[in-house]
Protein backbone atom coordinates (compact mmCIF):
# COMPACT_ATOMS: atom_id res chain seq x y z
CA UNK A 1 0.00 0.00 0.00
CA UNK A 2 1.57 3.57 -0.92
CA UNK A 3 2.00 6.04 1.25
CA UNK A 4 0.56 9.96 1.06
CA UNK A 5 4.36 10.45 0.51
CA UNK A 6 4.85 8.38 -1.87
CA UNK A 7 1.55 9.55 -3.94
CA UNK A 8 2.77 12.69 -3.62
CA UNK A 9 6.47 12.00 -4.81
CA UNK A 10 4.72 10.22 -8.09
CA UNK A 11 2.45 13.14 -9.20
CA UNK A 12 5.18 15.44 -8.83
CA UNK A 13 7.53 13.17 -10.95
CA UNK A 14 5.00 12.94 -13.76
CA UNK A 15 4.27 16.84 -13.48
CA UNK A 16 8.01 17.41 -14.06
CA UNK A 17 7.94 14.84 -16.61
CA UNK A 18 4.83 16.44 -18.66
CA UNK A 19 6.32 19.96 -17.93
CA UNK A 20 9.79 18.79 -19.20
CA UNK A 21 8.30 17.56 -22.00
CA UNK A 22 6.23 20.06 -23.17
CA UNK A 23 8.92 22.73 -22.75
CA UNK A 24 10.89 21.14 -24.88
CA UNK A 25 8.34 20.74 -27.86
CA UNK A 26 7.85 24.61 -27.63
CA UNK A 27 11.40 25.01 -27.76
CA UNK A 28 11.64 22.72 -30.97
CA UNK A 29 8.50 24.03 -32.66
CA UNK A 30 9.51 27.61 -32.13
CA UNK A 31 12.72 26.76 -33.50
CA UNK A 32 12.36 24.64 -36.59
CA UNK A 33 8.53 25.26 -37.27
CA UNK A 34 5.72 22.77 -36.38
CA UNK A 35 5.23 20.79 -39.14
CA UNK A 36 9.01 20.19 -39.12
CA UNK A 37 9.18 18.51 -35.62
CA UNK A 38 8.15 14.94 -35.32
CA UNK A 39 7.38 13.01 -31.97
CA UNK A 40 10.51 11.26 -32.07
CA UNK A 41 12.52 14.64 -31.72
CA UNK A 42 10.64 15.82 -28.95
CA UNK A 43 11.80 12.77 -27.09
CA UNK A 44 14.96 13.23 -27.66
CA UNK A 45 15.01 16.67 -26.97
CA UNK A 46 13.13 15.79 -23.35
CA UNK A 47 15.00 12.78 -23.11
CA UNK A 48 11.93 10.31 -22.94
CA UNK A 49 10.55 7.89 -24.81
CA UNK A 50 8.30 8.51 -27.63
CA UNK A 51 5.25 6.52 -25.31
CA UNK A 52 6.26 8.71 -22.22
CA UNK A 53 4.60 11.62 -24.31
CA UNK A 54 1.89 9.45 -25.23
CA UNK A 55 1.49 8.48 -21.41
CA UNK A 56 0.79 12.35 -20.74
CA UNK A 57 -0.19 13.93 -24.45
CA UNK A 58 -2.50 12.85 -27.04
CA UNK A 59 -1.03 14.35 -29.95
CA UNK A 60 1.56 16.82 -31.09
CA UNK A 61 -0.99 20.17 -30.83
CA UNK A 62 -1.68 18.76 -26.98
CA UNK A 63 1.60 19.63 -26.66
CA UNK A 64 1.13 23.40 -27.44
CA UNK A 65 -1.54 23.91 -25.29
CA UNK A 66 -1.33 22.29 -22.35
CA UNK A 67 -3.22 24.49 -20.08
CA UNK A 68 -6.79 23.54 -21.27
CA UNK A 69 -8.37 22.68 -18.31
CA UNK A 70 -6.65 25.54 -15.98
CA UNK A 71 -7.94 27.97 -18.86
CA UNK A 72 -11.28 26.98 -18.74
CA UNK A 73 -11.23 27.15 -14.52
CA UNK A 74 -10.32 30.41 -14.73
CA UNK A 75 -13.20 31.53 -17.45
CA UNK A 76 -15.59 29.75 -14.93
CA UNK A 77 -14.25 31.33 -11.92
CA UNK A 78 -14.33 35.06 -13.37
CA UNK A 79 -18.10 34.53 -13.64
CA UNK A 80 -18.48 32.53 -10.53
CA UNK A 81 -16.49 34.59 -8.14
CA UNK A 82 -16.64 38.34 -9.82
CA UNK A 83 -18.05 40.80 -6.91
CA UNK A 84 -21.83 40.81 -5.80
CA UNK A 85 -21.64 44.49 -8.06
CA UNK A 86 -20.10 43.33 -10.93
CA UNK A 87 -22.07 42.01 -13.85
CA UNK A 88 -20.98 38.73 -16.16
CA UNK A 89 -20.34 41.08 -19.22
CA UNK A 90 -17.97 43.30 -17.00
CA UNK A 91 -16.16 40.56 -15.52
CA UNK A 92 -15.61 38.91 -18.96
CA UNK A 93 -14.26 41.90 -20.71
CA UNK A 94 -11.88 43.23 -17.65
CA UNK A 95 -10.61 39.37 -17.69
CA UNK A 96 -10.51 39.17 -21.45
CA UNK A 97 -8.73 42.76 -21.57
CA UNK A 98 -6.31 41.85 -19.08
CA UNK A 99 -4.76 39.48 -21.70
CA UNK A 100 -4.91 36.71 -18.96
CA UNK A 101 -6.96 35.05 -21.48
CA UNK A 102 -4.30 35.04 -24.16
CA UNK A 103 -1.45 34.56 -22.10
CA UNK A 104 -2.99 31.51 -20.22
CA UNK A 105 -3.42 30.21 -23.35
CA UNK A 106 -0.08 29.25 -24.36
CA UNK A 107 2.66 26.73 -22.23
CA UNK A 108 6.42 26.94 -20.87
CA UNK A 109 8.29 29.58 -20.57
CA UNK A 110 8.14 31.25 -24.74
CA UNK A 111 7.76 34.91 -25.21
CA UNK A 112 3.62 35.07 -25.89
CA UNK A 113 4.42 37.11 -29.43
CA UNK A 114 6.35 33.92 -30.21
CA UNK A 115 3.57 31.61 -29.06
CA UNK A 116 1.10 33.79 -31.23
CA UNK A 117 2.93 33.78 -34.55
CA UNK A 118 3.58 29.98 -33.88
CA UNK A 119 0.11 29.44 -33.74
CA UNK A 120 -1.19 31.75 -36.20
CA UNK A 121 1.38 30.64 -38.64
CA UNK A 122 0.56 26.80 -38.39
CA UNK A 123 -2.92 26.03 -39.45
CA UNK A 124 -3.24 22.58 -37.23
CA UNK A 125 -2.39 24.57 -34.45
CA UNK A 126 -4.78 27.66 -35.09
CA UNK A 127 -7.67 25.41 -35.77
CA UNK A 128 -7.06 23.68 -32.47
CA UNK A 129 -6.70 26.97 -30.63
CA UNK A 130 -10.02 27.66 -31.99
CA UNK A 131 -11.81 24.29 -31.07
CA UNK A 132 -10.58 24.39 -27.49
CA UNK A 133 -12.33 27.73 -27.27
CA UNK A 134 -15.30 26.68 -28.52
CA UNK A 135 -15.31 23.69 -26.45
CA UNK A 136 -15.47 26.17 -23.50
CA UNK A 137 -18.81 27.29 -24.11
CA UNK A 138 -21.11 24.58 -22.57
CA UNK A 139 -19.52 25.60 -19.48
CA UNK A 140 -19.46 29.68 -19.18
CA UNK A 141 -23.10 28.97 -20.25
CA UNK A 142 -23.61 26.69 -17.00
CA UNK A 143 -21.80 29.31 -14.71
CA UNK A 144 -23.99 32.12 -16.57
CA UNK A 145 -27.10 30.39 -15.86
CA UNK A 146 -26.21 29.41 -12.13
CA UNK A 147 -25.13 32.96 -11.11
CA UNK A 148 -27.65 34.83 -12.99
CA UNK A 149 -31.44 34.67 -13.89
CA UNK A 150 -30.60 34.24 -17.41
CA UNK A 151 -32.92 30.81 -18.62
CA UNK A 152 -30.05 27.78 -20.28
CA UNK A 153 -31.02 29.37 -24.10
CA UNK A 154 -29.81 32.67 -23.03
CA UNK A 155 -27.17 31.61 -21.10
CA UNK A 156 -26.32 29.56 -24.28
CA UNK A 157 -26.29 32.36 -26.40
CA UNK A 158 -24.12 34.77 -24.76
CA UNK A 159 -21.60 32.12 -23.98
CA UNK A 160 -21.48 31.71 -27.69
CA UNK A 161 -21.18 35.38 -28.33
CA UNK A 162 -18.51 36.13 -25.94
CA UNK A 163 -16.36 32.91 -27.10
CA UNK A 164 -16.66 33.60 -30.85
CA UNK A 165 -16.46 37.09 -30.67
CA UNK A 166 -13.06 36.70 -28.75
CA UNK A 167 -11.81 34.29 -31.66
CA UNK A 168 -12.56 37.09 -33.43
CA UNK A 169 -10.95 39.96 -31.23
CA UNK A 170 -7.51 37.49 -31.57
CA UNK A 171 -7.25 37.78 -34.89
CA UNK A 172 -8.00 41.36 -35.67
CA UNK A 173 -4.88 43.98 -35.84
CA UNK A 174 -6.68 45.82 -32.91
CA UNK A 175 -7.53 43.01 -30.61
CA UNK A 176 -8.50 45.14 -27.94
CA UNK A 177 -10.48 47.23 -29.62
CA UNK A 178 -12.20 44.76 -31.24
CA UNK A 179 -13.19 43.63 -27.62
CA UNK A 180 -14.91 46.86 -26.32
CA UNK A 181 -16.35 46.83 -29.77
CA UNK A 182 -17.82 43.26 -28.85
CA UNK A 183 -19.17 44.12 -25.18
CA UNK A 184 -20.70 47.24 -26.27
CA UNK A 185 -22.54 45.60 -28.99
CA UNK A 186 -23.51 42.79 -26.09
CA UNK A 187 -24.64 45.67 -24.05
CA UNK A 188 -26.93 47.36 -26.22
CA UNK A 189 -27.95 45.83 -28.82
CA UNK A 190 -26.90 45.34 -32.45
CA UNK A 191 -28.77 47.78 -33.82
CA UNK A 192 -26.82 50.99 -33.45
CA UNK A 193 -24.15 49.41 -35.45
CA UNK A 194 -26.10 47.84 -38.22
CA UNK A 195 -28.76 50.88 -38.75
CA UNK A 196 -32.53 50.01 -38.90
CA UNK A 197 -32.23 47.38 -41.47
CA UNK A 198 -31.88 44.74 -38.25
CA UNK A 199 -33.29 41.08 -37.85
CA UNK A 200 -35.68 41.64 -40.92
CA UNK A 201 -36.72 45.34 -40.27
CA UNK A 202 -37.77 47.47 -43.27
CA UNK A 203 -37.22 51.59 -43.38
Request: overall charge negative; charged content about 45%.
Given at each position: MSTPNASGRRERKKAATRAAISTAALELFLERGFDAVSMRDVAERADVAVATIFAHFSGKESLVFD???SLVDQLVATVRDRPGDQDVLDALETWFLSGRAAEASRTGSADFAEFRALVDRTPALHGRWQSTWRGYVPRLAEVITDTTEADDRTAGLVATLVVEGFLRAADDDHPDRALRTLYDIL??????YLGSRVLGATD
Open positions: EDERNGAGQ
